[in-house]
């Protein structure tokens, strides 16, 4: 397949279907049914008497005689079956074979529908048992207490395996450019510790191939590749899994500008992702064995772990800080009442969920800052832009004065920044700066790779054909975001979301609800004066009625009805109390020490014979005094336990719970239950008088139990919140002063 490589493709060259291997081995390629050969390398007539285009079409063991196999009993349908049961290449390869008399390794791999023969020399000058070596290799690397010391003796370890001239540990940055972090080099050589190298160097589709093949050697840059030759025309083989896949021309061509006459690289892979390489130069072509490589892989591997171990160790530090901050500020705005003094004013403040120099709260039409930070006229300027150019909420950049060139003018304070959106239609947001950060970066030549004409006009890659420290100095950039800051960042905005539409919103929204909540109250009044109290006259009368004219009635009988009569007048005495407190409103409330145990205990009574649900599993914990009022008291947690029971009782057990506790100078009641919970549409509906949820329609209720309850406790200067998951269940939350 032809593909020709120019600017505007370098990075989506296919480089798994070269068409071409090294030369340093020959490659079959069977179908995995038929075991008839359907691809083969040119080169195979180097190695054995036979020609390359004759074998295509044949079984592979046409091909078997001419190998003159050593061991009469190997045969290789055997291991091509070998092959196709194993899960992974890894458990079976390499195989030992000899062919004509000569050791090979031979390396089975996957492709689409063939199974890949690779025949590699064993022919290597490492005169030490590798395999040996990797314990003390391993133990001398983990010896290193700090990142770099690890990376360090890494590098040194691997040189002293396969004896390259240059081993480097090579990591990749965000943007894919990559830059040398630890170095073991002949003395003659010059350095490339600290140097930097474009991304372009080892484009995507290649750190791609680097994820899925841990290590690759390129043994002789001036080798002639060999090409793949097949009948099926137009369907190029797929060499992902191969080890002697051949190298993109441009990359040869890289380094053999770098003077390199061999490389050997091994991934690292942290977290699932490529963190970098080690880098292995020779300037003078070097072959080693696939065991040789294998052992290298290992090392690798090891060294993968341990750089997720120590990369995590080095950074937890300032996670823990920063979570800290935001567990710490997520309270504070749980218990105050004005947000922008939950986030501002305490020893810990908004500022400290990241590492920023300075943070700006714009909210309640009030700009709020801390450290440094652009002035407020410069603040409403990056606030417009912010309204339009954020799109998912959070916004962040090191480079801010490049994007938006008016922040030219602070640099010193916000050459990064990092925002989160509370109300876009309100522009209310926290937006975190950082400085700006000069710094020169040193690359291995110019990172701008020059181009060059070719006859067709077409502008052509040229790899870089000198490699001289080429420094750049950076301007407008601030140090980047990191991932810690970033997920603190979101968690907090949610936070603070949820206590906007908890309290905020309610403020604001006060005046313009109050008539209307004065009219629901009046609604209410008449529907528990004429709707409630006169059928419920009714059935007092009709039971006392009963009870004394029919002499019939046995015990049983007689204490239902005495039941019915006991609860129609508990019943008119709170009606008779809601009334009072719906038209009063605002009159003083009579505090008194009430006993929550003797409380919650006739409580549980009631609403379980009242419900009466099966596989009912009902739980008292702590029981602390609350100081309220007796009845209002009551009739809150009435409803909060008569609710668990009810949206509970599906299911198989049904939970319910409640337990209060003594904290910071509060009382606070929990009552959780296992139901069908709240769908997060309602959440900031669920204290509306006559609001019910769609899947709260099958159960009884009116939809002013917990209205009266919010107000209940809000007259008791308490709070009351919740947390809910649907299908899982829901916890209230209620606190009062103690």
């Given at each position: 397949m032809?593909?020709?490589?120019?600017?505007t493709?370098?990075?989506?060259?296919p480089?798994?279907?070269?068409?071409?291997?090294?030369?340093?081995?020959?490659l079959?390629?069977?179908?995995?049914?038929?075991?008839?050969i359907?691809?083969?390398?040119?080169?195979i007539?180097?190695?054995v008497?036979?020609?390359?285009?004759?074998?295509l079409?044949k079984?592979?063991?046409?091909?078997e005689?001419?190998l003159?196999l050593a061991d009469?009993?190997?045969?290789?349908?055997q291991l091509l079956?070998?092959?196709k049961?194993?899960?992974?290449?890894?458990v079976?390869n390499?195989l030992?074979i000899?062919?004509?008399?000569?050791g090979?390794n031979?390396?089975l791999?996957?492709?689409?529908?063939?199974l890949?023969?690779e025949?590699?020399?064993?022919?290597?000058d490492l005169?030490?048992?590798?395999?040996?070596s990797?314990?003390r290799?391993?133990a001398e690397?983990l010896?290193?207490k700090t990142?770099?010391?690890?990376l360090?003796?890494?590098?040194?370890e691997?040189?002293k395996?396969?004896?390259?001239?240059?081993?480097?540990?090579?990591?990749?940055?965000?943007?894919g450019?990559g830059e040398?972090?630890?170095?073991v080099k002949?003395?003659d050589?010059e350095?490339?510790f600290?140097?930097?190298y474009?991304?372009?160097?080892?484009p995507?589709q290649?750190?791609e191939?680097?994820?899925?093949n841990?290590?690759?050697?390129?043994a002789d840059v001036d080798?002639?590749s060999?090409p793949?030759?097949?009948?099926q025309?137009?369907?190029?083989?797929d060499?992902t899994?191969?080890?002697?896949r051949a190298?993109?021309?441009?990359?040869?061509?890289?380094?053999?500008?770098?003077?390199?006459?061999?490389?050997?690289s091994i991934?690292?892979i942290?977290?699932?992702?490529l963190?970098?390489?080690?880098?292995?130069?020779?300037y003078?072509?070097?072959?080693?064995?696939?065991?040789?490589?294998d052992?290298?892989?290992?090392i690798?591997q090891?060294?993968s772990s341990a750089?997720e171990?120590?990369?995590d160790?080095?950074?937890?530090?300032?996670?823990t800080?920063l979570?800290?901050a935001?567990?710490?500020?997520?309270d504070?705005?749980?218990?105050?009442t004005?947000?922008?003094?939950a986030?501002i004013?305490?020893k810990?403040?908004?500022q400290?969920?990241?590492?920023?120099?300075?943070v700006?709260?714009i909210f309640?039409?009030?700009?709020?800052t801390?450290g440094?930070?652009?002035d407020?006229?410069q603040i409403k300027h990056?606030?417009?832009w912010?309204k339009?150019?954020?799109i998912?909420?959070?916004?962040?950049?090191?480079r801010?004065p490049?994007?938006?060139?008016?922040?030219?003018?602070?640099?010193?304070?916000?050459?990064?920044i990092m925002?989160c959106?509370?109300?876009?239609e309100?522009?209310e947001?926290?937006?975190?700066?950082k400085?700006?950060?000069?710094?020169?970066?040193?690359w291995a030549g110019?990172p701008?790779k020059?181009?060059?004409?070719d006859?067709?006009?077409?502008?052509?890659l040229?790899?870089?054909?000198?490699?001289?420290?080429w420094?750049q100095?950076v301007k407008n950039?601030s140090?980047?975001?990191?991932n810690d800051?970033?997920a603190?960042?979101v968690?907090?905005r949610e936070d603070?979301i949820?206590?906007?539409?908890?309290?905020a919103?309610e403020?604001r929204?006060l005046?313009?609800?109050l008539?209307?909540?004065?009219?629901e109250?009046?609604t209410f009044s008449y529907?528990?004066s004429?709707?409630?109290?006169t059928?419920?006259s009714s059935?007092?009368?009709y039971?006392?009625l009963l009870?004394?004219t029919?002499?019939s009635?046995?015990?049983?009988?007689k204490?239902?009805?005495?039941?019915?009569?006991k609860g129609?007048?508990?019943?008119?005495m709170l009606?008779?109390?809601?009334?009072?407190?719906?038209?009063?409103g605002?009159?003083?409330?009579?505090l008194?020490p009430?006993n929550?145990t003797?409380?919650?205990?006739?409580?549980k009574?009631?609403?379980?014979?009242?419900?009466?649900?099966p596989n009912?599993e009902?739980t008292i914990?702590?029981t602390?005094v609350i100081n309220?009022?007796?009845?209002?008291?009551t009739?809150?947690?009435?409803n909060?336990l008569?609710n668990?029971?009810?949206y509970?009782?599906?299911s198989?057990?049904?939970?319910?719970k409640?337990?209060g506790?003594?904290?910071n100078g509060e009382v606070?009641?929990?009552v959780s239950?296992?139901g069908?919970?709240?769908?997060?549409?309602y959440?900031?509906?669920?204290?509306?008088?006559?609001?019910?949820?769609?899947?709260a329609?099958d159960?009884?209720?009116t939809?002013?139990g917990?209205?009266?309850?919010?107000?209940?406790?809000e007259?008791?200067k308490?709070?009351?919140?919740?947390?809910?998951?649907?299908?899982?269940?829901?916890?209230?939350y209620?606190?009062?002063?103690?």
């Open positions: 032809d593909f020709k490589v120019d600017l493709n370098c990075d989506r060259e480089i798994h279907i070269p068409g071409k291997i090294q030369s340093h081995g020959f079959v390629a069977v179908n995995s049914k038929t075991y008839v359907s691809y083969i390398s040119k080169n007539e180097q190695y008497d036979v020609i390359a285009q004759d074998m079409g079984p592979i063991t046409e091909l005689r001419y003159e009469d009993s190997t045969h290789l349908t079956n070998l092959a049961a194993s899960k992974t290449d890894d079976i390499p030992a000899n062919v004509k008399g000569a090979y031979l390396i791999s996957k492709s689409n529908d063939e890949i023969m025949f590699e020399t064993t022919d290597s005169d030490l048992d590798v395999q040996k990797i314990g290799s391993v690397i010896s290193g990142l770099g010391i690890l360090q003796n890494a590098a040194a691997v040189k395996i396969i004896n390259y001239d240059r081993v480097m540990i090579y990591k990749f940055n965000e943007d450019h040398v972090v630890a170095e002949n003395d050589l350095p490339f600290g140097l930097h474009p991304a372009s160097d080892i995507k290649a750190r191939l680097y994820k899925i841990l290590t690759r050697i390129i080798s002639e060999s793949i030759i097949t009948y025309e137009g369907t190029p083989l060499l899994h191969s080890a002697l190298v993109s021309p441009i990359h040869i061509q890289y380094l053999k500008n770098m003077g390199v006459g061999s490389s050997f991934s690292l942290a977290h699932g992702e963190w970098g390489l080690v880098a292995c130069h020779n003078s072509p070097r072959f080693i064995d696939y065991k040789a490589r052992a290298s892989k290992l690798g090891i060294l750089l171990y120590r990369q160790e080095e950074d937890s530090e300032k996670t800080a979570n800290e935001v567990n710490t500020i997520a504070y705005i749980k218990k105050d004005d947000i922008a003094f986030l004013k305490n810990v403040t908004i400290d969920v990241t590492t920023a120099d300075g700006a709260l309640d039409d009030e700009i709020n801390l440094n930070t652009p407020i006229d990056i606030v417009e912010l339009v150019n954020m998912d909420g959070i916004y962040y950049t090191y801010f490049e994007i938006f060139p008016a922040a030219k003018e602070y640099t010193d304070v916000a050459s990064g925002a959106m509370l109300s876009k309100l522009g947001m926290v937006i975190w700066f400085p700006e950060q000069i710094k020169s970066i040193t110019n701008e020059p181009v060059e004409e006859a067709n006009g077409l502008m052509q040229s790899p870089r054909k000198s490699f001289d420290s420094n100095i950039t140090e980047k975001w990191k800051e970033l603190a960042v968690k907090i603070i949820y206590a906007i539409n908890r309290k919103n403020i929204l005046n313009e609800r008539q209307v909540a004065y009219e109250l009046d529907t528990i004429h709707d409630l109290r059928p419920l059935i007092k009368n039971s006392e009870l004394s029919n002499k009635l046995d015990d049983s009988a204490k239902m009805i005495e039941r019915i009569i129609t007048d508990k019943m008119s009606i008779k109390e809601i009334l009072h407190y719906s038209r009063v605002r009159t003083d409330i009579e008194v009430i929550m003797a409380l919650v205990t006739e409580i009574r009631e609403v379980t014979a009242a419900l009466n649900v009912l009902f914990g702590d602390p309220g009022d007796a009845v209002m008291i009739q809150v947690f009435t909060l008569n668990a029971v009810k509970s009782s599906k198989q057990p049904a939970r319910v409640i337990e506790k003594i904290s606070v009641y929990s239950d296992n069908v919970g709240i769908d997060v549409n959440y900031n509906r669920v204290f509306e008088l006559f609001k019910r949820m769609d899947n329609m159960y009884e209720g939809g002013v917990l209205a009266i309850v919010k107000r209940i406790v007259r008791h308490g709070r009351i919140w919740f947390e809910s998951k649907l299908g899982v269940g829901t916890i209230f209620v606190s009062f002063k103690n």
